[in-house]
């Protein structure tokens, strides 16, 4: 999408992206497999209590395309800043909500399974955009030049970390908690509502 943006400067047609992890309670979630876990009795399975996650509602995701949409210039990539929180935590959370005495087992990671997600790696942050609740990474527009980094390269690239579900902010229990039930999905789980429309993403 970033190569073919730099073809088409003046098409008209303004190209730019979103970059987030799984939705909560969508499908790649955890969330529903941990609440049919506890609904049927049943321990909570985790793979690693340590790894992080981060936590995005549907409404945070359609918020994000839309600043995309109003704010994007061709090439641009658009972040949310978004919390996290670690696997043990979110299945806590859970646990308290629906006050359950599930038990917990950690069972290994599974092959391939990532400990921490990232959204933003360093070479990107060292050029992105800060604004209120969002990253903006601009499309590299230079002209590669190798001689350039093989004399003097960028240093401030090496200074620089990843965006990642562990160096985001870390939500608490009772901030989890509040965040999940902010989730129509956890809330008719909950009986807390009748009916919901139940998608899949």
């Known amino acids: 999408m970033v190569a073919y943006s730099r073809q088409q400067p003046e ?76 696997v043990l935590d979110l299945a806590k959370a859970l646990i308290e909500l629906f006050e359950a005495k599930t038990e917990i087992k950690i069972i290994g990671t599974r092959h391939g399974e990532k400990k921490h997600e990232t959204l933003v790696n360093r070479e990107e942050m060292s050029k992105a955009i800060d604004l209120p609740g969002y990253y903006r990474i601009p499309a590299d527009t230079r002209d590669l030049n190798y001689n350039k980094y093989f004399e003097e390269g960028e240093q401030s690239v090496s200074e620089i970390n990843d965006y990642t579900s562990e160096n985001t902010y870390r939500l608490t229990i009772p901030e989890i908690k509040e965040k999940l039930l902010s989730l129509d999905f956890v809330k008719y789980k909950l009986g807390l509502i009748n009916s919901m429309v139940i998608e899949e993403f």
Not at 49 to 59: E, G, H, I, K, N
């Open 11 to 86: 098409s008209g047609t303004v190209l730019c992206g979103t970059r987030y992890g799984n939705v909560m309670a969508s499908r790649g979630s955890v969330i529903p497999l941990f609440i049919d876990q506890i609904l049927a009795g049943q321990p909570i399975t985790i793979t690693d209590p340590t790894m992080t996650r981060y936590l995005m509602s549907l409404d945070e995701a359609v918020k994000l395309v839309v600043f995309a949409y109003e704010n994007g210039v061709n090439g641009d990539i658009f972040v949310q800043k978004s919390p996290a929180s670690t």
